[in-house]
C-alpha cells in the first residue's frame, strides 16, 4: 500500500510511522521545519523505550508524491480548507481519504439516512471548498481513541491508547473498509469496524465540546472543571442538549450524563487538546466542535442555550487572541 500522511504531528506521525511497521510506502506532505526535520532526520517514534526512526519520502509539492491507495487528513480543522486545496495530485478513483480528526466532518451527513440525508454543514465547509477537493465516494469516516504527543517537529511519543474506529459513511461493510482495518491492526493499531461511524463521531464529540472550550476558557485541567458545582452544572446542559439533538438525527447516545462524568474524572489532571493550542497559540477547532452542533441543532429544531453561551465566549476568546479569524 502507498500511503501519504498530510498533517504528520502527533496522530499523523503516530499513524505514519505504524504503517511502515506494517510494509506500506509511506510519504507525508510537509513544510518549514517539520519538512526539515523529515529529511534530516526520518520519522522519529518512541513508546518510552528507545527512538526508532523511519525514512520517508517527503515534499511540500503532492506533484512530487504521486496518486497513493491512502490519504491520511490528520490536520486540526481550521486548517483542512487549505490542506484539502493542495491534496488533488494524491487522490485517483480508488484512493481511500482517511481523515484523523475531531469533531464533526464535512461530510457528516453525506449517504447517512434521515431527514438531514445529504446536507452541507456552511460551519464546517461554508464555500463548499472542502467537499469539492475531496471525492465523496473517496472518503471512510475515522474517530481517533489515540494518544500521542508531539514535542519537536518529526518526533512522535506514543502512548498506550491505540483504537480506530473506522466505518463507510453509508454504513456498508465493505471491502476496502475491511482490508483498511487488517492494514492498521498490522501497523500496530486495534481497529474497529462501525456501522453508524457517524454515531461514533456524535458520542466522541458529546465529550469533546464541554471540556476542550471550558478548559481553553478557564486555563483548568479536567479534575478543576469538574470539582466547580456550577461549571458542572453547565457542562451537564451542554451535554443534555447535544444528547438531544443526537436522538433527532439518528445519533442517540445510551450512557448517561452522570456515566460519562465519572468516566472523564478518571483521566484526572489532563491538559486538552484546545487548551493546549491557546497557550501555544494556535488556532482552535471551535467550528467543528460547537459551531457544527448549534447548527445541526437548529435544523431539527433543537435550541442550544447553553451551547450557545460556551461557543460565544470561546469564539470572542479564540478572536482576540488572534486564533479565530472569521467573523
Known amino acids: 500500500m502507498k500511503a501519504c500522511i498530510v498533517g504528520i504531528g502527533a496522530i499523523g506521525g503516530l499513524i505514519g510511522f505504524g504503517l511502515t511497521k506494517a510494509g506500506c510506502e509511506v510519504s507525508a506532505l510537509a513544510r518549514g ?57 494524491l487522490i ?49 469516516g475515522c474517530v481517533v481513541h489515540l494518544g500521542a504527543s508531539c514535542p519537536e517537529p518529526g518526533f512522535v511519543k506514543s502512548l498506550p491508547l491505540r483504537t480506530l474506529i473506522l466505518g463507510e459513511p453509508s454504513g456498508a461493510m465493505t471491502e476496502r473498509l475491511a482490508s483498511l482495518g487488517a492494514t492498521l491492526e498490522k501497523a500496530g493499531f486495534e481497529p474497529r469496524l462501525s456501522d453508524s461511524i ?16 471550558l478548559s481553553a ?9 469538574l470539582a466547580d458545582p456550577l461549571v458542572n452544572h453547565l457542562c451537564r446542559e451542554v451535554m443534555a442538549e447535544a444528547k438531544r439533538i443526537g436522538a433527532k438525527i439518528g445519533c442517540p447516545i445510551e450512557q448517561s450524563i452522570d456515566d460519562r462524568i465519572e468516566v472523564t474524572k478518571k483521566l484526572g489532571a489532563f491538559k486538552t487538546s484546545m487548551l493546549q493550542d491557546i497557550e501555544a497559540r494556535r488556532p482552535v477547532e471551535l467550528d467543528a466542535l460547537l459551531g457544527s452542533v448549534v447548527e445541526i441543532g437548529a435544523l431539527v429544531g433543537e435550541k442550544t442555550p447553553h451551547i450557545d453561551i460556551v461557543l460565544g465566549l470561546a469564539r470572542l476568546q479564540a478572536r482576540t487572541l488572534g486564533l479565530y479569524p472569521r467573523e
Open 198 to 213: 457517524q454515531r461514533d463521531i456524535w458520542y466522541k464529540l458529546w465529550g469533546n465540546m464541554t471540556m476542550n472550550p
Open 92 to 140: 485517483g478513483p480508488e484512493t481511500i481519504v482517511l481523515p484523523a480528526m475531531n469533531g464533526v466532518p464535512w461530510w457528516f451527513f453525506q449517504d447517512f439516512g434521515g431527514r438531514l440525508a445529504g446536507t452541507a454543514l456552511a460551519s464546517v465547509d461554508p464555500e463548499g471548498a472542502i467537499a469539492s477537493a475531496l471525492p465523496a465516494p473517496n472518503i471512510i
Open 33 to 89: 521545519a517539520t519538512l526539515a526535520a523529515l529529511k534530516e532526520k526520518g520519522l522519529r517514534f518512541t513508546n518510552g523505550g528507545p527512538v526508532e526512526s523511519a525514512r520517508l519520502r517527503v515534499s511540500d509539492d503532492p506533484r512530487d508524491l504521486g496518486v497513493q491507495d491512502l490519504v491520511v487528513i490528520a490536520v486540526k480543522a481550521p486548517a483542512l480548507a487549505e490542506a484539502a486545496a493542495s491534496v488533488a495530485p
Open 217 to 225: 476558557l478557564t486555563g483548568a485541567t479536567m479534575d478543576r472543571i
